[in-house]
């Protein structure tokens, strides 16, 4: 089976955090990968994308339009960026957090809103699943990780759950950090139990 | 043993197994990877460095080569244009020594700079250049370059484009080879190691343009470049070289779709671009009537391939840029190979399948890059900023020339600080000439430590000898940063474990004969200001250095020794203006419900707000 992943999000939010641990469970399975992150340069807080195919043995670094089973969106606006990239039929997840540039904070730009990027995102003809930032439930008095909740998401309601047992992503996210392991746990199976805010397109 | 490394690692570990004595760069994204790896590694018998800027770097390198030892050379594509004078000239003497130089190009510019094809050098040079399609590739490839440097006795190239340089494959990681323990060789021969007078010089030229044809010859036998011929005569023949090779599959499953006859299809897929494989671009020209060339940035086999054509009588068709199918701008994928399958055979693929809707994106909020939270460079664009109001100067009054680096962010929002860029160390000189143009106002240039010590000095000379008005602001991080924080020569000793002399710009600078130096911390907003202005107002050459340790950097030190301070926002003062907000554009800051809040995860407790606050609602605490 190939999977072809698309993630896009600030950096600074953990975005390719998501794809290397989807490249490590792919690398124990022996299947071919192949992972492609953009970043700009050492500075937080610019766009980040990224791209993981996993199944295929020679491949072009870049996933063709309409041609990504699963996108991970970290960030409403930058979820746009994705839309041409989602594959009719597959899922697209967003995590709607808002990271607004300095000129959309000082009120001298515009932000889009958020029933726009839902909408963009439906014409696409993936499945959305939306996870609210506020949903996001606290372990030991913190807000989980949000990356790993939505990878969590991802293994319920995305063909994930074909090609990976939720074991052993569980498995490589506890051992990732060894002490966050714990609440890290609490993340990854509380994002599997949620009930998203909106699944469409299905 | 199989591991996920980068197309950088992969260049890394194809010199180890080739048994490198040697290894050198400048950093330059993409190709900052591959020194930085094999600097992680412990490698007792290899020597591995930053090197001053690629010049210095490929000079070095080229000793290596001429006392008969391996060496690896990196680079991105813009170090190819500082190094290059040595580069022809190396390429002219020829090596003993295997001597690979890796370059990374990046077609659709991912990391800013000119988007230039460096296979253009190669063919100046008459060097031969590889270009590995996979990561695997980029290993077995490196490795072999060594092999043709020593067997053809000159530097070879080996090229990557970003997508291979920064994408991670799982690929199997080979064992390296001893390094030689030979002894150096002195060769004292003037024909061949210098370039002084006209038959040295022609003779050399032969030699090299001979160099080039037995290398054609070597891949050839080799047999690097695969020509895979249809069953039938008469088709399509497609040529594509390097990462461009694997958008060819997936084209042809979605034209299967649409009745492609696949035995109609030949594939010539270049690993060597320079020397463009004659032979088998004739046998592909004679076995078909079309001729579809995907490379990307510039048409230099569809030349060849023109060329060849006419020799040949061969009559049909070349799709590629130059009949205006592709653009000489940006990086391919599947849509390129897409559309060129459908004009070569009229397939009628749907515009649907390749074509973007960019609406959606068109919708997305800009995100201008700026400097980090509590990086020294806001603070110098802020002291700049403030010493223009200062003197009653207008900012479209001021020309801040700018440089490469971090340094160059002062030219977005809020601070559009900085004017101009063109090329490592430019801005001095830029200074020194809009200061002779007759620029009544002063004339100011900023340059960061690293960007200083690899192009900025002899600039720097040249305004101190012939008395030039300006003002040079080094912005001293202490680390080169843009490229991903490497050690440069100012980087202080007790940041890193490597047994380092420690070069101080603080000493460079007033033994120049600089008469006007300062040092300023960036983040003592009254006292930088107060320089600069001063600076502004006095004639001949003025140095400021603004010293500050680049902000990642600093909190990776301070995070092992503990928070020291806290910025707090007063309540009851803060009415949630924004000003601070407006001035600093720092990240973290956050606006509230009613008042402005900070993150702590992102605060570095720059204190710029503060500074900027004029309610006395910033406040910085001790921890206690
Ligand atoms: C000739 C050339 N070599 C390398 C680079 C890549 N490069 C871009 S920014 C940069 C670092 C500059 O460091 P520094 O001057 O210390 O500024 P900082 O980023 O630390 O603020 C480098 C090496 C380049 N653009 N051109
Ligand atoms: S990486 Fe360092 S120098 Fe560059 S913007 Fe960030 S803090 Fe500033
Ligand atoms: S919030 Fe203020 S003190 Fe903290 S990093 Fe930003 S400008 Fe500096």
Redesign the pocket.
């Given at each position: 089976m190939n999977l072809n992943i698309y993630l896009v999000g600030v950096g600074g939010q953990g975005i390719l955090t998501i794809g290397e641990i989807l490249s490590s469970a792919a690398m124990e399975k022996d299947l071919p990968v192949f992972f492609y992150p953009s970043k700009g340069m050492a500075q937080r807080g610019g766009f980040v994308k990224a791209q993981l195919q996993i199944g295929k043995k020679n491949v072009g670094p870049n996933i063709i339009e309409k041609g990504s089973d699963i996108v991970f969106a970290m960030e409403t606006s930058e979820a746009l960026k994705a839309v041409r990239f989602a594959k009719p039929g597959g899922t697209f997840l967003l995590l709607a957090n808002f990271w607004a540039p300095t000129d959309v904070i000082l009120g001298k730009a515009s932000y889009p809103e958020l029933d726009k990027v839902i909408g963009e995102i439906q014409k696409s003809g993936a499945k959305l699943v939306l996870i609210s930032d506020k949903d996001l439930p606290e372990y030991e008095g913190k807000k989980v990780a949000d990356n790993i909740f939505m990878l969590g998401a991802a293994m319920k309601h995305s063909v994930l759950n074909k090609l990976f047992d939720s074991a052993d992503i569980d498995r490589i996210v506890q051992n990732r950090w060894k002490r966050a392991s714990a609440s890290n746990h609490f993340a990854f199976q509380a994002g599997m139990d949620y009930q998203p805010q909106l699944i469409a397109g299905e | 043993m199989k591991k996920l490394i980068t197309g950088n690692e992969a260049i890394a570990y194809g010199a180890l197994a080739a048994g490198i004595k040697v290894a050198c760069g400048?950093?330059?994204?993409p190709s900052t990877g591959a020194i930085a790896s094999l600097l992680t590694m412990d490698l007792p018998n290899t020597h591995v460095e930053w090197s001053t800027n690629?010049k210095v770097a490929f000079d070095l390198a080229s000793g290596v080569a001429w006392a008969g030892h391996r060496v690896l050379c990196t680079m991105?594509m813009?170090?190819v244009?500082?190094a290059y004078d040595s580069i022809i000239s190396t390429a002219y003497s020829g090596c003993d020594g295997g001597f690979v130089i890796y370059v990374a190009d990046d077609p659709g510019t991912n990391a800013g700079?000119c988007e230039q094809d460096s296979r253009g050098f190669a063919l100046m040079s008459d060097m031969p250049m590889l270009e590995p399609a996979s990561i695997e590739e980029a290993i077995s490839l490196t490795t072999y370059a060594f092999e043709l440097s020593e067997a053809i006795k000159g530097p070879v190239f080996v090229r990557l484009t970003t997508p291979l340089a920064n994408g991670f494959a799982s690929v199997e990681i080979p064992e390296p080879a001893p390094v030689s323990q030979a002894d150096a060789l002195l060769i004292h021969d003037i024909n061949r190691f210098t370039k002084a007078g006209a038959v040295i010089c022609m003779t050399q030229h032969r030699d090299l343009i001979k160099r080039l044809a037995h290398a054609g010859e070597l891949i050839e036998q080799k047999g690097l470049n695969r020509l895979d011929l249809g069953k039938k005569k008469g088709g399509l023949g497609i040529v594509a070289s390097g990462v461009t090779v694997q958008y060819i599959e997936e084209a042809l499953a979605v034209a299967d779709k649409y009745g492609i006859d696949r035995e109609k299809i030949s594939v010539l897929g270049l690993r060597a671009s320079i020397p463009t494989p004659k032979q088998q671009l004739s046998q592909l020209i004679d076995f078909c009537d079309k001729i579809l060339v995907l490379e990307e940035l510039e048409p230099h086999i569809e030349r060849d391939v023109y060329i060849l054509a006419r020799k040949r009588g061969y009559a049909g068709q070349i799709i590629g840029k130059i009949d205006g199918t592709f653009d000489r701008v940006g990086e391919y994928g599947t849509k390129h190979v897409l559309i060129g399958l459908n004009k070569a055979l009229s397939l009628n693929i749907p515009e649907s399948e390749y074509k973007s809707d960019t609406t959606a994106e068109e919708l997305a909020a800009a995100r201008p890059i700026t400097v980090c939270s509590g990086c020294p460079?806001r603070g110098t664009y802020m002291a700049i900023n403030r010493a223009i109001r200062k003197l009653k100067l207008k900012k479209q009054d001021v020309i801040v020339n700018g440089d490469?680096?971090?340094?160059i962010l002062g030219m977005n929002p809020p601070f559009n600080t900085v004017w101009n860029e063109i090329?490592?160390g430019a801005s001095i000189g830029l200074a020194q000439g809009f200061a002779y143009a007759g620029v009544k106002t002063p004339v100011l240039a900023t340059?960061?430590?690293?960007?200083f010590f690899h192009g900025g000095i002899p600039s720097l000379i040249n305004a101190i000898q012939h008395e030039a008005n300006i003002v040079l602001i080094i912005?001293d991080?202490e680390?080169?940063?843009?490229?991903g924080m490497q050690i440069?020569p100012g980087t202080p000793c007790d940041r890193h474990e490597k047994p380092y002399k420690h070069v101080d710009i603080a000493r460079i600078v007033p033994a120049l004969g600089v008469e006007h130096f300062w040092q300023i911390n960036p983040f003592d907003q009254d006292h930088a200001t107060d320089v600069i202005a001063e600076a502004m107002q006095l004639p001949g050459v003025k140095v400021i250095l603004s010293r500050q340790e680049?902000a990642i950097q600093a909190f990776r030190k301070g995070s092992k020794e503990g928070k020291k301070k806290i910025v707090r926002v007063v309540e009851e003062n803060c009415n949630l203006c924004k000003l601070c907000i407006s001035v600093t554009g720092c990240s973290a800051l956050v606006p509230g419900e009613k008042v402005m809040t900070i993150d702590p995860a992102l605060c570095r407790q720059c204190g710029m707000c503060v500074s900027v606050c004029n309610r006395n609602a910033m406040v910085m605490e001790d921890v206690k």
């Open positions: - | 400048y950093p330059g994204t690629e991105k813009s170090g244009n500082v700079m460079h490469i680096g971090c340094t090329s490592m340059i960061g430590d690293s960007t912005m991080n680390w080169t940063a843009m490229t440069n680049c």
